[in-house]
């Protein structure tokens, strides 16, 4: 069994992340569901024994039912950030996909839980880069507010939304042949995928970019929208460690 740095990683990651108590019940299940109790029982007991050698996970604390290791980790102060809708600080916290490149080594629960969190992060970093975008995008500082629109699309090449906004600050930053490039490439990409056609407030905003005149169908940049803009497909790959 390959029980040195890369199981260390992962353990301390899992336990970084819950900042508190974890059964070890609950770590049997999720690094060996497939493996006997007796067996996985004593993996863990020497995942335990490697972690503690180890100058960085001195602070580990270990029990006969449950462990913890409380550190100070950016993924924490990212949530922190986004909880307390400080968007700016949040996005100057995120380090992309969690865990990138870290292998599991064939554990499925834990492959399911890295999936799920990834994902959850990934979306709290899309609201936060789409939350700071709008608010660069009232202070007409169009540029900078397409930049942040940019990187949700290159994520999320079916983020309706980002692309609405997008065609919004496109003549302040004079992006119009741009901005209708990206929405010629979305609605392909949009029909190619799911079917679909455009939403009719985009539709008015890209008519607005072709004739230079503002639109006459679409809701301002403010204004509630009825029905939510389509954010993209499910990921199924990765995004702070």
């Given at each position: 069994m390959d029980l040195p740095l890369r199981q260390s990683l992962l353990l301390g990651a899992y336990l970084a992340h819950r900042d508190d108590w974890v059964g070890r019940e609950e770590l049997l299940a999720l690094f060996w569901p497939e493996v006997d109790e007796s067996t996985a029982r004593h993996n863990l007991s020497q995942l335990?024994?490697?972690?503690?050698?180890?100058?960085?996970?001195?602070?580990?604390?270990?029990?006969?039912?449950?462990?913890?290791?409380?550190?100070?980790?950016?993924?924490?102060?990212?949530?922190?950030?986004?909880?307390?809708?400080?968007?700016?600080?949040?996005?100057?916290?995120?380090?992309?996909?969690?865990?990138?490149?870290?292998?599991?080594?064939?554990?499925?629960?834990?492959?399911?839980?890295?999936?799920?969190?990834?994902?959850?992060?990934?979306?709290?970093?899309?609201?936060?880069?789409?939350?700071?975008?709008?608010?660069?995008?009232?202070?007409?500082?169009?540029?900078?507010?397409?930049?942040?629109?940019?990187?949700?699309?290159?994520?999320?090449?079916?983020?309706?939304?980002?692309?609405?906004?997008?065609?919004?600050?496109?003549p302040g930053a004079g992006q119009r042949a741009q901005a209708l490039r990206a929405y010629d490439a979305f609605r392909a990409t949009l029909r190619a995928e799911l079917d679909l056609t455009p939403l009719a407030a985009t539709e008015a905003w890209a008519g607005a970019l072709r004739t230079d005149t503002p639109p006459a169908d679409a809701p301002p940049a403010d204004a509630p929208r009825t029905g939510a803009p389509r954010t993209g497909a499910p990921r199924t790959g990765a995004p702070p460690t």
């Open positions: 335990v024994y490697h972690c503690r050698r180890q100058p960085w996970f001195a602070e580990l604390e270990a029990e006969r039912t449950r462990l913890r290791w409380r550190v100070a980790s950016d993924l924490q102060l990212f949530r922190a950030a986004i909880g307390a809708g400080a968007w700016s600080d949040a996005l100057d916290l995120y380090r992309g996909p969690l865990l990138e490149g870290v292998a599991s080594g064939g554990a499925p629960t834990f492959e399911d839980w890295l999936e799920s969190e990834r994902e959850s992060l990934h979306v709290a970093w899309r609201e936060a880069t789409l939350q700071v975008a709008a608010m660069l995008e009232r202070e007409e500082r169009w540029a900078e507010a397409i930049a942040r629109l940019v990187t949700v699309l290159e994520r999320d090449p079916l983020a309706e939304d980002a692309l609405q906004a997008y065609l919004r600050c496109a």
